[in-house]
């Protein structure tokens, strides 16, 4: 019996490309290193030699100004970081929401591009022409000078079912009052959310085995509301509501959102919007006509056929492009500076002038930026893999 060749030991001399390879990258990452550590050096040097501070310690000073619009409770002598963790805050608090805002109206503006009613379709093509090729700049501005100017002064507000406000002072809501229950209930929703998604994933495996189609949108609803309702009653049921009643010069009462607030989230959602229609325009556009007849010759209806033909395979073109919007509007909500509203930005800004600190702040606001890109990239290059045709 042949005995088996014993396998051939791989030569490192420089003649080997991968020793080659290896090498050139190993000079690449020491020169770029070495840059990095003169820039630095150099930096430092040239500060102290004109007598200017550095280093992250005043973070830990108080910071000495107010900030008009808090999520956590946020007072003047409280420390730097704790300000910048307000711009932080309230930098998320814009994005997540014009995230969710503008791929809701760029998905329906995109499929009112398909529809057999002309008006409809003229009005989408308008809208994302128009709103797409306006500086986003000037839409905020723009917006700013409605909620501003135009609309009535908080004396005298436009009122919705005695519980709504919208005025000069901004949007004034109902809310609840917090307590055991409201805290049970969104317990409950999140384990509703975690059986809902168990339910599409068994839902969808019965659909490939029997051809059995279940709900896959009411249902999964109906489980999320139900433990959310289970949850609040677990807690005794709270009813409390904070009302907004209107005062002399402001609302008083439930939650409110300011008007740089309203101006920031309408002008982003309205700019990313347009973007995001086209991008599904041409998501949809690149699904074969013939899945649409096939949908048809079964008897799906065209909205039926939209939903559970045309968008899902739509989905491997739409996401890697919706992906950029969404970073882009993250991005974009730095512009918010212009019109006041306290973000990270302005926070940076603030505490620069107070401590010269011109290095430090502009590194944070690059480290908050690049998280929060970073972050939202991973999460839909995981979505898109998830949503990726994947071949047998």
Known sequence: MAERAAPARRRWSWRSGALRGIAYQIVAVALLGLALWYLAHNTLVNMQARGIQSGFGFLGQPAGFDIGESVIPYDALDPYWKAFLVGVLNTLRVSALGIVLATALGTLLGVARFSRNALVRGL????IELFRNVPLLLQLVLWYIVFTEILPAVSEPIVLADMVFLS???LSLPWPVWGLGQGLALAGAMVGVALAWGYRRWARRRFELSGQARSMVWLPLAIVLVAA????LAGGAPTAWSIPKPGGFLIEGGVAATPEFLAVLFGLVCY???FMAEVVRAGISSVAHGQVEAAASIGLSKVQSMRLVILPQALRVIIPPMTSQYLNLTKNSSLAVAIG?????????TSLNQTGRAVECIAIVMAVYLATSLSTSAAMNWYNR???IRER
């Open 229 to 232: 309702v289970l949850g609040w």
């Open 341 to 349: 509203y306290p973000d990270v930005v302005s926070i940076a800004n």
């Open 168 to 170: 000069k002072g901004g």
């Open 124 to 127: 989408s093509y308008g809208y």
């Open 386 to 388: 998830r949503a990726a």
């Open 272 to 274: 990313t919007a347009a």
